[in-house]
C-alpha cells in the first residue's frame, strides 16, 4: 500500500500553506487539479490540489489528518 510520502514529493506539499487531493480511481483523466491551480494561482493562493489516484479510504482518512487539508474533490468512472 502507498504510504502518504509516496504520493506526491514532500517538497511539493511543503510549497503550498495548504492542499487537497482529488481522490478516486481513475482519475488520469480528469482536469480537476489543473482547473484548481489555475483558480488559487488566479487569487494568489498558495494551495494545490494533488491527484491520488486510489480507492483505499484508510490512506485518505490519515492523509485528511494534515491540519493543512482542505477538502477533497472525488472522481471516478466506475
Known sequence: ????????????????????????HPIAHSLSPLLHQTVYDGIGFKWSQFPLDSL?????????????????SKNSLS
Do not use: I, T
Not at 19 to 24: E, M, Q, V
Open 1 to 24: 500500500m502507498a504510504q502518504p510520502s509516496e504520493l506526491h514529493e514532500a517538497s511539493s506539499l511543503d510549497a503550498v500553506e495548504r492542499h487537497g487531493y482529488l481522490f478516486g
Open 56 to 72: 483505499d479510504m484508510d490512506l485518505f482518512l490519515r492523509l485528511r489528518e494534515d491540519p493543512r487539508f482542505y477538502g477533497k
